[in-house]
C-alpha cells in the first residue's frame, strides 16, 4: 500500500512539472546583436543614420532594445563611416 501512494506521489510530481516546464522555457529570452551602418559626407549625419538604421533593424525583428548603443565611426577623407550596435532581445 505505501509503495502504491509512493509511486501516486511521484506519478503526481512528475505531470505538475512537466505542465510547469514549458512555462519556464516561455520565459527565456533570445536575444542578439543588431548593428546599423552608414555612410555619408559628414560624421553627424552618419551617426545619424546608424543610430536610424540600428532602430529600424531591430524593429524588422519584432524586437525591444536593451542596454547601451555602442557607437564607432571612421573619418576617412572624402567620407564618415559609422556602426551602431546595441543588444536586442525577443
Known amino acids: 500500500m505505501i509503495l502504491i501512494r ?11 512539472l512537466a505542465v510547469l516546464a514549458p512555462s519556464a522555457h516561455a520565459a527565456k529570452k533570445t ?41 564607432s565611426c571612421k573619418d576617412p577623407a572624402p567620407l564618415s563611416y559609422c556602426l551602431a550596435e546595441q543588444k536586442a532581445c525577443k
Not at 546608424?50 to 542596454?67: D, F, Q, R, Y
Open 31 to 71: 536575444c542578439v546583436l543588431a548593428g546599423g551602418e552608414a555612410t555619408m559626407i559628414t560624421r553627424d549625419l552618419a551617426e545619424f543614420m546608424a543610430k536610424a538604421a540600428l532602430g529600424n533593424s531591430i524593429k524588422a525583428k519584432g524586437m525591444t532594445a536593451e542596454g547601451a548603443v555602442k557607437l
Open 6 to 16: 509512493s509511486g501516486i506521489a511521484v506519478a503526481v510530481a512528475a505531470a505538475a
